[in-house]
């Protein structure tokens, strides 16, 4: 049974690049639209605020992909994931319209979050780098 978990453990790693990846790619190509939406959120520095989104979406979902220092990554896309959620899905500060919508959004989040603290604990798995490097350890 266990074998059946190695390309189970890479979906799960893939599904995550699913999400952030594109996130990522998304905010580069768009920098100066998405400076004014961080902006908007009243994210200090917008600017900076927004290289270090995209080297987190972009850099953690390679690492995810390539299962390279896994739990690292896991673990930092699990706290950026928090910060951008109490920055870009704060429903409780919306007017009532808006507020199921961005408490959906935020719930998701805090469950993607648990996602990656339990990828954080468990680790990439037989297909990845890391596994490769513990190995030859």
């Known amino acids: ?13 893939l599904l995550f690049v699913a999400l952030f990846l594109p ?3 998304s905010k580069l190509f768009g920098f100066e639209s998405t400076v004014g939406y961080f902006g908007s959120l009243g994210i200090p520095m917008a600017s900076a605020a927004l ?14 992909l390539i299962g390279y220092k896994t739990r690292y990554a896991a673990f930092t896309l699990a706290g ?12 409780w500060s919306v007017p009532a319209e808006q507020a199921f919508v961005q408490q959906l959004l935020f719930f998701k989040n805090i469950a993607v979050i648990g996602g990656l603290l339990v ?11 890391d596994n490769r490097a513990a190995q030859r350890a």
């Open 23 to 25: 996130a990522g790619l």
């Open 51 to 64: 290289v270090a989104t995209i080297a987190i979406e972009v850099l953690g979902s390679v690492a995810l």
């Open 119 to 129: 990828l954080a604990s468990a680790g990439a798995g037989k297909w990845s780098l």
């Open 80 to 91: 950026f994931t928090f910060f951008a959620s109490l920055a870009g899905h704060a429903f």
């Open 1 to 13: 049974m266990k074998n059946t978990f190695n390309p189970i453990e890479f979906l799960g790693r």
